[in-house]
Structure formats: structure tokens, C-alpha cells
């Protein structure tokens, strides 16, 4: 599996981008099958930093009802990923 096919997006709302400016952590979403070693492997071949840490969250599919329709969204993982102190990569401009 390819780095590419391990990070599929970055993740950008208010809490990512509050944890990105505090805690130099930024949040990916990442195939089903990844862990954490092939996580921070692929984050060094994408974007050339060696992370700090990886956490991994599985998150389960909630109900949403439209109408009278009752949907669920996908279930995907999260990588949480902490980088160096001034070694924050920029997702905005990618």
C-alpha cells in the first residue's frame, strides 16, 4: 500500500485548526487498515517530518434523519498527528 493510499484527506474544522495553532496537531483521515507505524511512515514520505506521536480513533456511524428519511454517515479512522515545534505542515495551501 502506497503512502498516498494510507492518508486520504486532512481533516479541517474549528477543533482541528485550534489543535494545529496549540498543540502542533494536525488530523488526517486514513485508510481502515492503516496503524500507527504505517501512518507516520507515510506522513515522512509525503510531507518529509518525522511526527512525534500517532493516535488512531475509529469513529462509528451516527443516525441522521432528512424528512422522513433516517441515513447514517460513514464511519471512518482518524489519525491524530503531533508534529516538532516549527515543523507544522501547511494543508491549507495543498
Known amino acids: 500500500m502506497s503512502a498516498r493510499d494510507i492518508i486520504i484527506r486532512p481533516i479541517v474544522t474549528e477543533q482541528t485548526t485550534m489543535l494545529a495553532n496549540e498543540q502542533n496537531k494536525i488530523t488526517f483521515e486514513v485508510a481502515k487498515t492503516a496503524n500507527k ?3 507516520a511512515q507515510a506522513i515522512r514520505e509525503i510531507y518529509d517530518v ?17 424528512g422522513r428519511y433516517i441515513t447514517k ?15 507544522l505542515i501547511d494543508i491549507y495551501n495543498q
Open 37 to 39: 507505524i504505517s501512518v
Open 50 to 66: 518525522k511526527p512525534i506521536s500517532v493516535n488512531i480513533i475509529n469513529t462509528k456511524p451516527k443516525k441522521k434523519r432528512f
Open 73 to 87: 454517515t460513514k464511519a471512518i479512522k482518524k489519525a491524530i498527528v503531533k508534529f516538532p515545534e516549527g515543523q
